[in-house]
């Protein structure tokens, strides 16, 4: 057999250090019910907070509409998705019109496929699970500013007429904020807080995987880009009141993937609890890598 054909194996047991993420690795979500959350939620804040019209409110998730890896285009108001070879496959505006084959050409008759190293801001990627329910919402707000009736007030509210289909996007982007990053606040968090069970699974089974590779050894460290609130609130339901003491060292709100890629852009600070941490350099970290901190 020739080298180019030998499949190359890769076995944990070889690793010294072992790291994890959270959300979707460590943390499995019900999806369904996750995403139908994200929609309420997210319609919640924008009918209270933008005075978004109350038609938005008894519209239920449909769990049908999203896929993931579907991308706004914000200048025809357009959720598009793309082949393999980075040429739109699908474009729909709104929930029910889908694009004609000719009508999507004459659109999109070059390729997307750097459409991630795009800066126009013209288009908003939905690649994790977390954006499901945002594009069957975008479809609705769609609709509404097609029907002129996006507000519950139009005559106080008034569209960007130049930026119709584009303008709502920092409105979502504050609703993103709101809802994975301020803990105490909001139907998201009050809602995993009161019933986990409905959105994410127990995993005692990946708990133990998790103690019986600290048996052989083996350092383990979890990095996620969520907070310490959430990450606390879902790992104590899935693995249970002592998750902590299964890693060596813990990084919240990492900001992956740029914390792989701008090294010398990252600053730690050792977590006491919300509003106490305190700045510590690298050579610190690596002296305190057995004593279960949290970064």
Partial sequence: MTSSSTKKTFSLLSCDWIGFDSDHTLIRYRLPDLHALIYESMRQYLTETY???????????????????????????????LNSNGFVNTALHGVHRRLTTEET?????????????????????????????????IANIVDLID????YENSSENQIDLENKYKFFLIHLKKGSEHLYYDFNRGNYFASLRSNPDKYIYRRLDVRQWLEKLKKLNKKLFLATNSSFNNTDLLATYALGDDWKDLFDFIIVVSKKPSFFLNTKKRSFHRFIDENNMIPVTNEEIIQNFNKNYIY
């Avoid at 050409?105 to 990627?125: A, M, P, Q, V």
């Fill in 105 to 137: 050409k004459e659109i999109y008759s070059n390729t997307l496929k750097d459409i991630e190293e795009d800066t126009s801001e013209r288009f908003l990627c939905m690649f994790t699970y977390f954006d499901h329910g945002i594009s069957y919402l």
């Fill in 51 to 81: 005075e978004y019209n109350s038609r938005l409110l008894p519209l239920s998730y449909d769990n049908y509409f999203s896929v993931k890896g579907l991308i706004y285009d914000s200048f025809y108001g357009n959720l598009i998705q």
């Fill in 147 to 150: 029907q002129e009736n996006l």
